[in-house]
């Protein structure tokens, strides 16, 4: 079995998935979504750009398959050769051991025949050389990675430091040092001392997991698996068992803090005296967590137990609905959409405000100005903290004066503050579309998202195809229009609440 550094990655942000890649049934597995594969080009033009910016001359192993290639590498290396790109680094488990002076770091686990079938592989990006000593002369190489982040997440040390173990291996000493090149081609380096201990550790754990086919537990976490393609395969599973991911706000503390309270389904929850959750969660979780429950388990809407009925979302004769499509790899906001809601006309109208170019980002800017300025005294509902920060880069960016940038944003109303901030929800998230999904609404895009928005827009401008624009505009007018029947149901449950506020008699 290869401990691949992607494996390793992957084992970082999701046990689980690096488990499903080794033993899962690939035919679970979802079709590769276009935005991975999008980001994936991304990276690769990344790298040809940096490997040009800094004038780097290298030589590339030419092996199809991993062996081969690794082969290769290592006779560049012998041969002093000053940049390799696209090389890779392989070790048995034997020379794994001797280069961290263990004999074997998971005896406790499993047996020798085993681990014997456990070997490494990696595949820095590059390989710079260096002066040194080595076992190849006067010279020593440090690992390069080139990633598309904008920040160096704790995965990406983690790589860097497996890369370094396996150079120390390979060519008979540390290498000094190892480097992250991000998004802007700022460098960055890794703190060995810390980072190779760590790294120790994980990739012990990660064979002890693998060689005893222990299948770790699911738990979803939308942010962290919506790109991943076993996400169908976990959701399936932790609906069948009503796993506690599922609500929203269990995080993997808190869920192991209930797990260690034998809370493990919504009813032992609900159940459970609010005094004992308390201490083991804290008071405000608790109270929203047992009212999340109840919400759930009677599939109704509750209003959270600290709001106020008092305030409610403001209502006006002219309301306007915004959303943005933006891609943030080429700073662009390409579409700024309103719906116009005239509700002495009883009308509604979708204005999409569009840079079918990026160069024409600063047009739109200005006809959505000069839109939202006919109705100063509308409300803009919006779902997100998104809207107002795109705002201030615009008139920043487009030098609108700043008192009529804050006039603007005064009239903003962030309809997922009002939610989250006024009812519980038997929802298992509070996303638009969960939330509107829940009220029966449906996009006419099936397949729309904000990330396959970013899709169409880079299809439409590779293929001038206007399909590609056309199904961006009909995704965010029904994001728009998500937007209002939800604002309408909001207001709508609140002003009943106020008169029967033995609705939610329930709540314990």
Same mark, same amino acid.
């Given at each position: 079995?290869?401990?691949?550094?992607?494996?390793?990655?992957?084992?970082?942000?999701?046990?689980?998935?690096?488990?499903?890649?080794?033993?899962?049934?690939?035919?679970?597995?979802?079709?590769?979504?276009?935005?991975?594969?999008?980001?994936?080009?991304?990276?690769?033009?990344?790298?040809?750009?940096?490997?040009?910016?800094?004038?780097?001359?290298?030589?590339?192993?030419?092996?199809?398959?991993?062996?081969?290639?690794?082969?290769?590498?290592?006779?560049?290396?012998?041969?002093?050769?000053?940049?390799?790109?696209?090389?890779?680094?392989?070790?048995?488990?034997?020379?794994?051991?001797?280069?961290?002076?263990?004999?074997?770091?998971?005896?406790?686990?499993?047996?020798?025949?085993?681990?014997?079938?456990?070997?490494?592989?990696?595949?820095?990006?590059?390989?710079?050389?260096?002066?040194?000593?080595?076992?190849?002369?006067?010279?020593?190489?440090?690992?390069?990675?080139?990633?598309?982040?904008?920040?160096?997440?704790?995965?990406?040390?983690?790589?860097?430091?497996?890369?370094?173990?396996?150079?120390?291996?390979?060519?008979?000493?540390?290498?000094?040092?190892?480097?992250?090149?991000?998004?802007?081609?700022?460098?960055?380096?890794?703190?060995?001392?810390?980072? !190779?201990?760590?790294?120790? &550790? +994980?990739? @012990?754990?990660?064979?002890?997991? /693998?060689?005893? %086919?222990?299948?770790?537990? *699911?738990?979803?976490?939308?942010?962290?698996?919506?790109?991943?393609?076993?996400?169908?395969?976990?959701?399936?599973?932790?609906?069948?068992?009503?796993?506690?991911?599922?609500?929203?706000?269990?995080?993997?503390?808190?869920?192991?803090?209930?797990?260690?309270?034998? !809370?493990?389904?919504?009813? &032992? +929850?609900? @159940?459970?005296?609010?005094?004992? /959750?308390?201490? %083991?969660?804290?008071?405000? *979780?608790?109270?929203?967590?047992?009212?999340?429950?109840?919400?759930?388990?009677?599939?109704?809407?509750?209003?959270?137990?600290?709001?106020?009925?008092?305030?409610?979302?403001?209502?006006?004769?002219?309301?306007?609905?915004?959303?943005?499509?933006?891609?943030?790899?080429?700073?662009?906001?390409?579409?700024?959409?309103?719906?116009?809601?005239?509700?002495?006309?009883?009308?509604?109208?979708?204005?999409?405000?569009?840079?079918?170019?990026?160069?024409?980002?600063?047009?739109?800017?200005?006809?959505?100005?000069?839109?939202?300025?006919?109705?100063?005294?509308?409300?803009?509902?919006?779902?997100?903290?998104?809207?107002?920060?795109?705002?201030?880069?615009?008139?920043?960016?487009?030098?609108?004066?700043?008192?009529?940038?804050?006039?603007?944003?005064?009239?903003?109303?962030?309809?997922?503050?009002?939610?989250?901030?006024?009812?519980?929800?038997?929802?298992?998230?509070?996303?638009?579309?969960?939330?509107?999904?829940?009220?029966?609404?449906?996009?006419?895009?099936?397949?729309?998202?904000?990330?396959?928005?970013?899709?169409?827009?880079?299809?439409?401008?590779?293929?001038?195809?206007?399909?590609?624009?056309?199904?961006?505009?009909?995704?965010?007018?029904?994001?728009?229009?998500?937007?209002?029947?939800?604002?309408?149901?909001?207001?709508?449950?609140?002003?009943?609440?106020?008169?029967?506020?033995?609705?939610?008699?329930?709540?314990?």
């Amino acid at each position: 079995m290869l401990l691949t550094d992607q494996l390793l990655l992957n084992y970082k942000r999701c046990r689980r998935r690096t488990y499903l890649e080794v033993y899962g049934n690939r035919e679970e597995q979802d079709p590769e979504k276009e935005f991975l594969l999008k980001l994936k080009r991304e990276n690769q033009l990344h790298i040809a750009n940096t490997l040009e910016s800094k004038s780097l001359v290298y030589q590339r192993p030419k092996g199809k398959n991993w062996l081969l290639n690794w082969q290769q590498t290592k006779e560049l290396m012998e041969q002093g050769v000053e940049c390799i790109y696209g090389g890779s680094l392989y070790l048995s488990l034997s020379q794994w051991q001797t280069s961290i002076a263990i004999k074997d770091h998971n005896k406790d686990h499993n047996d020798d025949s085993n681990q014997a079938n456990i070997a490494f592989l990696g595949k820095p990006t590059l390989l710079i050389k260096r002066p040194g000593k080595s076992i190849f002369g006067d010279w020593l190489y440090i690992p390069i990675n080139i990633k598309l982040g904008r920040r160096p997440k704790p995965e990406y040390k983690l790589i860097a430091a497996y890369h370094a173990q396996m150079l120390a291996a390979i060519q008979g000493v540390l290498p000094p040092q190892s480097q992250l090149i991000l998004r802007q081609q700022n460098t960055y380096q890794i703190q060995l001392d810390y980072w !190779l201990e760590r790294m120790h &550790s +994980i990739v @012990a754990e990660c064979i002890a997991m /693998l060689m005893a %086919k222990q299948e770790p537990e *699911v738990f979803i976490s939308r942010q962290r698996c919506s790109l991943c393609n076993w996400y169908s395969h976990c959701y399936n599973l932790a609906k069948s068992q009503q796993h506690l991911s599922l609500i929203p706000g269990i995080t993997p503390k808190r869920y192991e803090s209930l797990i260690g309270m034998g !809370l493990d389904n919504l009813e &032992s +929850i609900a @159940a459970v005296s609010q005094d004992h /959750l308390e201490e %083991k969660i804290g008071k405000t *979780v608790a109270v929203l967590l047992k009212q999340q429950t109840q919400s759930l388990l009677l599939e109704k809407a509750m209003i959270r137990a600290d709001y106020n009925l008092q305030h409610l979302p403001p209502t006006s004769p002219i309301e306007l609905y915004f959303d943005i499509e933006a891609e943030p790899d080429r700073q662009v906001d390409y579409l700024l959409g309103v719906l116009l809601v005239d509700r002495i006309h009883n009308t509604k109208k979708f204005y999409p405000f569009l840079a079918e170019h990026p160069t024409e980002e600063a047009q739109a800017w200005q006809q959505f100005w000069e839109f939202v300025s006919l109705y100063p005294e509308a409300k803009i509902f919006h779902f997100s903290e998104y809207e107002v920060e795109t705002i201030k880069r615009l008139a920043g960016l487009y030098q609108t004066p700043k008192s009529s940038t804050q006039v603007l944003l005064s009239r903003f109303v962030d309809l997922h503050h009002w939610v989250t901030k006024t009812v519980i929800l038997p929802v298992e998230s509070y996303s638009l579309k969960s939330l509107a999904n829940w009220l029966g609404f449906e996009w006419r895009e099936a397949e729309g998202s904000g990330d396959q928005s970013v899709c169409w827009y880079d299809s439409w401008l590779t293929t001038k195809d206007r399909t590609f624009l056309d199904a961006i505009l009909s995704y965010n007018e029904d994001d728009c229009y998500a937007t209002y029947y939800l604002k309408n149901w909001l207001v709508e449950f609140l002003n009943q609440s106020e008169f029967d506020p033995v609705k939610n008699s329930e709540i314990s």
